[in-house]
């Protein structure tokens, strides 16, 4: 089960490929916290990638589950650095033996010393490159159009990525 967070739903559906978690083989959900957060508000606020994450809820590709009130949850939500919905994402992983889906760093590093296993977005893109969903081509385009869109990823981090898109094509 992949469990995401906001910020790969946002920039996937930013870039119109959100659907493209069809292909994962995996369950993919969200959790009410982040729903709230990105839809909710993002339809409010008049962001198209907000109806876009909606579209793909009401089809059945991501669905969304309310956390558990668990030991990990309550010790995550009084974490002031991490919103409700980080600290939502981290604990519904760790209640399913998920992966969070999630590209913050600081995020990364309170799921490492909790042990919930996190992969990012760009996973998500060089993983459906691998299993030939994407294309090299689709899945650069795909990073490039994020990255223009303001998807943070350092220059070294994207050199990795786009050397890995050439690797996986080989």
């Not at 790969?8 to 369950?27: C, G, H, K, N, Q």
């Not at 399913?96 to 992969?119: C, L, M």
Request: charged share 30%.
């Amino acid at each position: 089960m992949y469990v995401f967070d906001a910020t790969p739903l946002i920039y996937l559906a930013t870039v119109d490929r959100l659907p493209i978690i069809e292909s994962l083989r995996s369950e993919c959900v969200t959790t009410n916290a982040v729903y709230e957060e990105v839809v909710t508000t993002g339809i409010d606020e008049g962001h198209a990638d907000a109806r876009r994450i909606e579209h793909v809820i009401e089809n059945g590709l991501l669905s969304v589950e309310e956390v558990d009130q668990t030991v990990l949850f309550e010790r995550l939500r009084k974490n002031d650095r991490l919103s409700i919905a980080d600290a939502s994402v981290l604990a519904l992983a760790d209640q399913h033996d998920g992966t969070a889906i999630v590209d913050e760093r600081y995020g990364r590093a309170v799921a490492s010393a909790e042990t919930v296993p996190t992969r990012g977005t760009a996973y998500i893109v060089l993983r459906l490159h691998r299993d030939d969903i994407l294309t090299a081509d689709e899945a650069q385009e795909t990073i490039d159009e994020m990255v223009d869109a303001g998807w943070y990823c350092a220059p070294d981090l994207y050199a990795k990525i786009s050397r890995k898109i050439d690797e996986l094509s080989e």
